[in-house]
């Protein structure tokens, strides 16, 4: 599998658009437009939240029913959340408008909203910046870069990541499949199916069932196994949209092509994931916990989850402080039972390690060490818990003043 | 049922004393030290966290199988957890120096440690702080309210309440019962079982196993209802010690006595907690949830406490931002299930109610009286769920960019 560019646009048959609306933002582009040249196989996973913001309503009734879509409009500014039957009509309006613009039918046009939760999307701007981007549809990697800008709230980065890789076709040889996304997200971030605004695109052909099937188990170990405030978001989508072009043969059961295709989604996913992490709201660090030799994957991925959503580990990692006590005191209220006197807890990282806790007891150490690693961009803890031969990776950020300031004053 | 001072020692036969032991803070008392001349039952609550300090696991002990005690010695600055075998011992050093001190068996004395995880408490500076005490016991107000500020670590204020209702005597006539406590408590606050360390004193004749009964119950709704930060500690400890000196005729069945009694317990309990909650480490505002017409007394809780316990309304507090679909965001991910276009929101205070969301949407309302509502010390939100008759209400506090410091920078 080979690293490529091209994010969204990696994949053949697939162009993007972004445009300035003029929805909250001034002087940046908040739309992105994608569009597919052939009909895409779609899957996707959505919040977890009862509160669902109308285009989520609208997505997941497509990906449940059509099964099949053509382009993505996303706006950034405006979540279309608590919006009531009102903010269901201009999701309506907006995929009719967006469909007659490019020739689709309206049920073929995925949407996202992101931003403040209440106010209704101005309808005029949406339609006005679909017809401006539908003239400037391009197939460049740079066109795909220009969409993952758009979509940006609080984001301090753009995220976009694309993977190339070799699948049979139906002539006996091989073909070059390109899988690429984009996402946003920094704040409300708590994944409980997926988290924030994701799309991929593929020109892998495969069946509509084991693309679900395949984003279904990804999103487990990666955008669910981040966090930035435990907020869990109204708006959360992850879609990958599949057109088929490659001319691999197609994938239609769960054999050596279609494990191929799930390592090549897990190694965009979690790209995204990591990313999204790093860039929580106000964060200087990324913050990482591996929990191994667990007993069950589930636990471990409950121990790794409790220390990256504490409070005072991100605060502490924030201030650099090797304040390792609140590792320990996170993985004792996860609600996983062990024997914190057969533990033991790391600080690791590319200069070295050192040994928190083990034998029962915080152990002293060389606080020179302690803060060299924590001044790394990449701030990792792990945690043998000598149950078993399970584990778990869980990713977030520090907690900063900028987190409170951030989100102190959002609308304003 | 009155109000009144005196705090620990507002009960017959309660005395406390404090000193500068030198354990960690400079210039201020750091340890208290509580007595009854009488034997008192014991009841207690701890934290549900695996990794519990040393002090936690001695007064469990004491209160499962002695069920008696006669004293409490307290530390702030050191939470002797994650300390081994080695601080246990210590522990059981400290209850004997003390026992032989005032004349009691070791077993009678209960001990409480709050502050860093990870160092062993200086024995030395411990058993010279409780000589020291033993000189200066009284049983005077002033003597109560010094306690619980030496039990202070990132509290911004003591905190203390009492007491006083009457229960019928043995002669057929009634006596005035009194019952007060102190406790501490700022950060690391989630309680789930109980909160930090809180000690109740009471000069109520009652029968260890209906103290304990009526501590357990009332918890739930006082000290388990509140959060500062998510982070459940190591160290919680609520104690209730009651010597029997009031002479009223001896609870031993849940009737109108020992009704009157829980009542007591909850309001002295409730006014702790709120005090605590309110004193979150950075805080400026207290934050109010209620849940009401919720279908279970369950629901109702797990939906208040998600409010208080969000990162984005917190901060959204702190910065007297009517950002309001946070509120429906952090109900909607609670894992309670209901129907979100029948529920409605409100911001509640001294100056009035603003509706926030209502028939689905988020409603225009009037930002001026919003601010002035998010500029009362208690900010006050409700939800009616038009679901049922039960209800609950949770207790947090805001984030602030002195949660972040104080927490970034918490051993130096």
């Known amino acids: 599998m080979l690293s490529i ?78 919006t009531g039957e009102e903010g269901l009509r201009l999701c309506r309006e907006t995929a009719a408008f967006t469909g007659n613009a490019l020739g689709i039918p309206a049920r073929a046009v995925l949407l ?97 069932a084991f693309l679900q099937k395949a984003l279904a188990g990804v999103v487990q170990d990666t955008f669910n196994m981040i966090t930035v405030d435990g907020d869990t978001s109204t708006n959360d989508t992850l879609l990958v949209m599949a ?66 959503s504490s409070s005072l580990v991100k605060a502490m990692v924030f201030g650099k402080d090797a304040n390792c006590g609140r590792i320990l005191c996170a993985l004792g209220y996860a609600g996983v039972d062990f024997d914190p006197a057969n533990i033991e807890v790391f600080l690791e990282g590319d200069s070295g390690r050192v040994v928190f806790y083990t034998g029962g007891r915080v152990q002293a150490f060389d606080e020179d060490r302690a803060l060299a690693l924590l001044s790394e961009k990449a701030v990792r803890f792990s945690c043998d818990m000598h149950m078993g031969s399970c584990e778990a990776t869980a990713w977030g950020c520090d907690l900063t003043y900028d987190y409170v300031k951030i989100n102190g004053d959002y609308r304003t």
Chains 1, 2 share one sequence.
Not at 249 to 273: D, H, K, M, N, W
Not at 276 to 288: I, K, P, Q, Y
Not at 302 to 307: C, E, F, I, R
């Open 243 to 308: 057109n088929g072009l490659a001319g691999n043969t197609p994938i239609v059961s769960e054999g050596q092509s279609y494990g191929l295709f799930r390592e090549a989604l897990f190694t965009v996913c979690r790209s995204l994931a990591v990313t999204m992490a790093g860039d929580g709201e106000g964060a200087t660090h990324l913050l990482e916990m591996r929990v191994y030799g667990a007993d069950t994957k589930e636990h471990a991925k409950t121990l790794a989850k409790s220390v990256v």
């Open 5 to 82: 560019t091209g994010g969204v646009n990696a994949a053949r048959g697939f162009s993007a658009a972004s445009c300035a609306a003029g929805i909250k933002y001034r002087g940046r582009d908040d739309m992105a437009l994608l569009f597919s040249s052939a009909d895409c196989a779609v899957a996707g996973v959505f919040t977890s939240n009862i509160v669902k913001a109308a285009p989520v309503l609208w997505d997941r009734d497509i990906v449940t029913n059509e099964k099949t879509a053509r382009a993505v409009v996303v706006n950034a500014g405006v979540a279309n959340a608590a």
């Open 112 to 208: 996202g909203s992101t931003g403040v939760i209440g106010p209704q999307i101005p309808l005029d701007k949406i339609t006005s910046g679909v017809a401006m981007m539908k003239e400037t549809l391009a197939d460049t990697p740079e066109a795909g870069t220009k969409a993952s800008r758009a979509i940006m709230t609080t984001d301090t980065v753009n995220k976009e990541c694309a993977v190339a890789f070799d699948l049979p076709s139906p002539d006996g040889g091989s073909v070059t499949v390109r899988l690429g996304g984009m996402c946003k997200g920094s704040g409300m971030i708590h994944p409980n199916m997926c988290t924030m605004l994701a799309y991929l695109t593929t020109d892998c052909a495969i069946d509509q």
